[in-house]
């Protein structure tokens, strides 16, 4: 066990340490760093309580408390602020980590004012002066997380919306490892309460110290938050962003954009798309298309949301569809894939994902059912 902290502990600073250094480094990336230090002095913390060095440096007991309550807050702003494309925190931003400070006030008595054997006993249990407030934290350290996963699943939910309203090809800027990290994180802070409740409610006997099994997880969490979060890139950089608008909460009402202009402009996208067919360039996004145009990325989103009932996304990639059915009709020499590239698609993965949600059928399915 010893071997897994260690790793553990060495590769949050290492990551920590790549974060800092990173050319062009957003917020986020700060965000990251700071979380993955967090948790290498959490582990550090961990391996010295477990290696007995407590006993011999009493005055390590509980400095850490209160830092479960920073991964909640961290995700939730990691993901925030990947999502907003800013470079600074807003004051508010700092109350997430209000229990962290009341937590290190409330016990400061206990850090400054108990003796190294006071601290033994309360350690031990030997003394009820935090039990109860013990109690209360254990809660905390178990609802926190998932109070906080569930608003990062709605950030996530928002930014989904955000890419598909304004990229055409989502593949190397979505965050859906983070969807899958939040997972892994509820994963974690599950199997905490399962063995909280066994243990201390049922009173089920582990033959291993059981904290072990939520300190692992964390371990090996450590090396898919650090790997992608180095990965990750700045999505927003260079590229001007509308909010997605939707029409059924009457967001239209108030617009500048006249119905007859609207439905001009309408007609010249489409006469556009056929004619001059702009999404043959993998990296259309609405920007772009609405320079061609002419005309501002909100009446252009307003457009297509309004006539065509889809997202930017999906506008874009029902011509890439169909042209790539016009060209293996017609060069069915050449390979699927050759196929997807010249139609505007960026990777093979991408193509077969968007051709079925619009086909409701694999490429070779669909191709194979043709006269």
Not at 125 to 152: H, K, M, R
Request: charged share 20%; net charge neutral.
């Amino acid at each position: 066990m010893d071997m897994i902290f260690t790793i553990g502990i060495f590769t949050a600073l290492f990551f920590c340490i790549l974060l800092l250094n990173k050319k062009n480094k957003s917020l986020p990336d700060k965000i990251l760093s700071m979380w993955m230090f967090v948790i290498s002095i959490h582990l550090a913390n961990y391996y010295i309580y477990s290696n007995g060095y407590w006993e011999i440096y009493p005055h390590l007991i509980g400095i850490t408390v209160p830092l479960p309550f920073f991964y909640g807050p961290l995700l939730y702003l990691y993901i925030q602020y990947s999502i907003k494309g800013v470079q600074r925190l807003e004051r508010r931003d700092y109350l997430h980590f209000l229990p962290i400070l009341l937590t290190y006030l409330y016990m400061f008595r206990f850090y400054f004012f108990y003796t190294a054997e006071e601290k033994h006993m309360v350690d031990k249990g030997l003394v009820d002066d935090f039990s109860t407030f013990s109690n209360f934290l254990v809660l905390a350290f178990i609802i926190s997380p998932i109070i906080y996963a569930v608003y990062s699943f709605r950030l996530l939910k928002k930014h989904k919306a955000l890419i598909e309203q304004n990229f055409s090809n989502t593949e190397n800027i979505n965050l859906n490892w983070l969807k899958a990290f939040i997972w892994g994180v509820a994963i974690i802070f599950i199997t905490v309460i399962i063995v909280v409740i066994s243990r201390d409610v049922v009173g089920v006997k582990y033959p291993f110290d059981a904290d072990f099994i939520f300190y692992t997880l964390i371990v090996f969490s450590i090396l898919g938050l650090g790997y992608f979060g180095i990965k990750h890139e700045n999505i927003f950089t260079d590229n001007i962003i509308v909010e997605v608008e939707d029409e059924s909460k009457g967001s239209y009402k108030t617009s500048s954009l006249k119905d007859d202009v609207a439905s001009e402009k309408h007609q010249t996208l489409i006469k556009m798309m056929k004619e001059q067919k702009p999404y043959l360039e993998p990296n259309l996004t609405l920007n772009i298309l609405a320079e061609q145009l002419d005309i501002s990325i909100h009446h252009l989103s307003q457009i297509i949301n309004q006539f065509e009932g889809q997202n930017f996304n999906d506008f874009v990639n029902k011509y890439r569809v169909e042209e790539f059915i016009e060209r293996a009709k017609r060069d069915s020499h050449f390979s699927f894939l050759a196929l997807a590239l010249d139609a505007g698609f960026n990777s093979k993965s991408t193509f077969n994902a968007v051709f079925k949600k619009h086909k409701g059928i694999t490429p070779s399915q669909y191709m194979a059912d043709l006269p």
